[in-house]
């Protein structure tokens, strides 16, 4: 039979042994994942934006998703948009994706079914990604900004669930000069 001390010196050293690996576990995953969230300010204006010939007039309410692979702030919207998609997919909206021109990735699983665009006339006089526009049943640029403010986006905080119960019950809207402080990545080519 072991000593009483043996046993609590060897409970001890499990412990710090424990100890040491759940901190090399968090410190990892504070690396790798959890990156500082600094505000920024953009400006959205959609003036110059409009929807490709083959889309324009007349038609189903269409939102488009503004995104560039290599910004961070992608994954703080990409449930959410997952979401508006399961909800109003089945009401008529469709759904399309603009990556940012010369940028590489892909949306995940979720989101792969949107129709991706090549171009959009006025796309690259956006300031910012991730953006969402939204054209009304008419083919007129009802909104264009970001899907929230702050450092993620959910259905308590989102611009768009109001903009498309809005445009669904025929409400005409014009909110496309928005001025929000958020997770943002440049989106004009760096030059």
């Not at 998609?85 to 949107?114: C, T, W």
């Not at 129709?115 to 939204?134: E, F, R, Y």
């Not at 119960?165 to 030059?191: I, M």
């Amino acid at each position: 039979m072991r000593p009483p001390y043996r046993n609590a010196l060897f409970a001890s050293l499990i412990l710090v042994i424990c100890a040491g690996v759940l901190w090399a576990a968090y410190d990892w995953f504070q690396g790798r994942y959890l990156r500082a969230f600094s505000e920024h300010t953009a400006v959205f204006s959609g003036d110059a934006l409009q929807l490709p010939a083959a889309l324009s007039g007349p038609g189903p309410i269409r939102l488009v998703h503004f995104w560039d692979p290599a910004c961070p702030c992608n994954v703080g919207n990409q449930q959410h948009l997952g979401e508006l998609i399961e909800q109003y997919a089945p009401q008529g909206v469709e759904f399309y994706a603009l990556q940012k021109p010369g940028s590489h990735g892909q949306l995940p699983d979720n989101l792969r079914h949107m129709k991706n665009l090549d171009a959009l006339p006025g796309a690259d006089q956006i300031p910012a990604s991730p953006a969402v526009g939204i054209w009304d049943r008419t083919g007129k640029l009802a909104y264009f900004g970001p899907y929230s403010e702050g450092l993620t986006c959910n259905a308590s905080n989102s611009f768009i669930e109001p903009i498309l119960k809005a445009l669904g019950t025929g409400r005409e809207l014009n909110a496309t000069h928005t001025l929000a402080v958020g997770c943002y990545c440049s989106w004009p080519k760096d030059l």
